[in-house]
Every structure is written in C-alpha cells, then in structure tokens.
C-alpha cells in the first residue's frame, strides 16, 4: 500500500510563494502527480515527476526526490484563484492513483 | 488534452433503490477506468479497476455486491450503487488511462457525480 502526508492547510498573501511538502512511503513507485481541485469538482492536472529532479511549469513547480521520498508543489505569484486543494498522488505499477488528504491553500488580498 | 464524461452529474434517490453513473471516454478508448469517492473534506479513495471486457478488480474493504461495475466496451464504465443508504452519498469520481498516450500521461478525471440519498 501508499502511505502519502502532506500537511492539511496553508496560507499565504496573494503575489507570495508557497511550497506544499509531500511524502510517501510506497509498496511501488510509478510516478508522482500534483493535482488542484476546487471544491465539488474533479481533480485538474497540474504536474508530473518520475525521475528525481524540479520539473517547471509556469506558475508551478514540483521537485520529486525518490530515494527520499519526498516531493513538494511550488506556487509562485499566487493569485486568488489558486485558493484550492492541492492532492499528491503517487502511481503504482498497476497505475493505480493513491492520495494524500490533500493540502488547502487559502490565498488572502 | 482527452475529455472524460460522467453522467448524471447529481442525482438523489431514496434509501433502497439503485442508482447507475455512466464514465465515457469521449475522445479515446480506455481499456481502463477507475472509480473514486471522495466524502467532504477527505482525499479521493479508489474503489475498483475497470478493465474493458473482464470483471472490476476492488479495493479492500469494497463491496463488489453493492457497487457493480461494466465495462463493457472501450468508452464506457458504469458504478451501480445497488440499494443505496444515505451513507453512500458521496461524490463519485471516475478517471481514464490513454494506453496510447505514454507513461509519463496522466488520468483524465470525469467532473464527478454528486450522489445524495435520502
């Protein structure tokens, strides 16, 4: 099985950057994903990390590390809209999904 | 990027009946589909595997009696939830692998469906 922590809530001032820490012990690694879900909706794709390193994509970044297991989400510039929850899943070799609680962000004026 | 359906998008029913929500992939085939919940304020929690033309594989702790899934071709899955209780409502989410698309892709979420029972 997947045992994924991330921390349950953040705060941060628009413009500000946030890191969102994840680890995970795993039963079988097969990539580890960042998602953004607005509440009553489906998870949107926000990034993607297999091999250790910062993968970047405008507005957000996302470092894996394997042999440590740990991943963080980078949010620069924030913007109101980006007040969400930020869920990191690790794949398995089935390419089942599991979950971490997920991560709110709340982002103030 | 793909697109994935679900259907209906929120239903209510009454406690004993059984209520169907349809996953279609519109613009691949998956040959394989999975089926989430997600209670308020929790993270999703996968159900079952749907794999086309042979029987779902379910998580521990899900009862394969209660909640039946087809898939029954290359664009279509189908959760059944059979005599529903009002702790089945819950927000149902299903997702599709492109076995075309490569590793590195992800799942493409459906928007979910919100059932209530009553």
């Known amino acids: 099985g997947q045992n994924i922590d991330q921390p349950t809530e953040m705060t941060a001032t628009e413009g500000a950057i946030v890191q969102i820490n994840c680890t995970y012990q795993?039963?079988?690694?097969?990539?580890l994903f960042w998602y953004q879900q607005h509440a009553g909706e489906a998870p949107t794709f926000l990034s993607y990390n297999v091999l250790d390193g910062l993968e970047e994509k405008g507005r957000f970044s996302s470092f894996l590390s394997r042999s440590k297991g740990y991943s963080y989400l980078l949010l620069k510039e924030l913007q109101m809209k980006d007040s969400a929850s930020y869920l990191c899943?690790?794949?398995?070799?089935?390419?089942?999904?599991?979950f971490g609680a997920g991560t709110t962000v709340t982002v103030r004026a | 990027g793909a697109v994935v359906s679900q259907h209906p998008s929120w239903v209510i029913c009454k406690s004993g009946t059984s209520v169907k929500i349809e996953c279609r992939s519109l613009d691949f085939q998956a040959t394989t589909m999975f089926w989430y919940r997600q209670f308020p304020k929790q993270s999703l929690m996968l159900m079952a595997t749907s794999n086309e033309g042979s029987k779902a594989t379910y998580e521990q702790g899900v009862e394969k009696d209660k909640f039946l899934i087809n898939h029954a071709s290359l664009t279509l899955s189908t959760l059944t939830v059979t005599s529903a209780h009002p702790e089945d409502s819950s927000f149902y989410i299903c997702?599709?692998?492109?076995?075309?698309?490569?590793?590195?892709?992800?799942?493409?979420f459906g928007p979910g469906t919100r059932l209530t029972v009553t």
């Open positions: 795993t039963s079988g690694f097969n990539g």
């Open positions: 899943a690790v794949r398995d070799g089935d390419y089942k999904l599991s």
């Open positions: 997702s599709a692998r492109d076995p075309l698309a490569g590793d590195s892709y992800e799942q493409y």
